[in-house]
């Protein structure tokens, strides 16, 4: 087994020059003032590549489509992020456990050239985050014989 995912926080990948996503020391460090750590700040995302499209799937469940963020920032980079509150304590209330996460979570990509920004595509089913980048079509350079005289 190799140690390069565990030190880099478990990044298939720590070479890809297309991942924002670098390692973090505070990763799972709490994000609220309560002190308890969240889970759900770390989403985990698929990104995968077909001859058509860039295609990414975040796992979001529980959260309306009004709860999460999809924008694309100048330079080609693709930010997905979202918040799921807590549920509202009432003071007649005895919690007996707490398990699921709540808090932030934001993820950006650096996108390559060839993905036209103007024709994505966001579809949130079952909890799953799919956003679909069309890629333009990658022109080959035309090639003119040159006749030889002599």
């Given at each position: 087994m190799s140690l390069i995912p565990s030190i880099f926080g478990g990044r298939s990948n720590i070479l890809d020059p297309l991942s924002l996503d670098l390692w973090d020391p505070f990763r799972d460090v709490a994000l609220s003032s309560s002190g308890e750590t969240s889970q759900f700040a770390a989403t985990r995302i698929d990104w995968k590549e077909s001859?058509?499209?860039h295609i990414f799937k975040a796992d979001v469940p529980g959260l309306k489509k009004e709860?999460?963020?999809?924008?694309?920032?100048?330079?080609?980079?693709?930010?997905?992020?979202?918040?799921?509150?807590?549920?509202?304590?009432?003071?007649?209330?005895?919690w007996h456990r707490l398990e699921r996460s709540s808090g932030?979570?934001?993820?950006?990509?650096?996108?390559?050239?060839?993905?036209?920004?103007?024709?994505?595509?966001a579809n949130m089913e079952n909890g799953?985050?799919?956003?679909?980048?069309?890629?333009?079509?990658?022109k080959k350079p035309e090639v003119k014989a040159i006749d030889i005289s002599g």
């Open positions: 001859p058509e499209a709860e999460v963020k999809v924008e694309v920032e100048e330079g080609n980079v693709l930010q997905i992020s979202g918040e799921r509150s807590r549920d509202k304590e009432e003071k007649n209330d005895t932030k979570f934001l993820r950006r990509f650096r996108l390559p050239e060839n993905a036209k920004l103007d024709q994505i595509k799953v985050l799919t956003v679909t980048i069309p890629k333009a079509e990658v």
